[in-house]
Nanobody
């Protein structure tokens, strides 16, 4: 079965950096567009970034543009989220998601598979 497993979360001070990883198994990874979403306490899950099948096209939420970078390694079946200049408002559980098409999407309901999430906490 398809599994997505996130890692790399933690506690960091404002202005710091973290790199999240999402390891995929049970699927032909290069056939999937991938996305990162986040959910803060009491809030709805929101889009962060997405990447197409090859890694050649990416798209970001305005709130993270210029600070976060999504990338993928199809040989290793991994998608990454490099997060720089972190702010307290970035604090959330971060989820990796996959959709069985090569096309990107910003919508949660377009993604069939989800990881369990990894906590990112940014202190001020």
């Amino acid at each position: 079965q398809v599994q997505l497993v996130e890692s790399g979360g933690g506690l960091v001070q404002a202005g710091g950096s973290l790199r999240l990883s999402c390891a995929a198994s049970g699927l032909t990874f290069s056939n999937y567009a991938m996305g990162w979403f986040r959910q803060a306490p009491g809030k709805e899950r929101e889009f962060v970034a997405t990447i197409n099948w090859s890694g050649g096209v990416t798209y970001y939420a305005d709130s993270v543009k210029g600070r976060f970078t999504i990338s993928r390694d199809n040989a290793k079946n991994v998608v990454y989220l490099q997060m720089n200049s972190l702010k307290p408002e970035d604090t959330a559980v971060y989820y990796c998601a996959g959709r069985a098409t090569t096309l990107m999407s910003t919508l949660t309901h377009h993604y069939e598979y989800w990881g369990q999430g990894t906590q990112v906490t940014v202190s001020s």
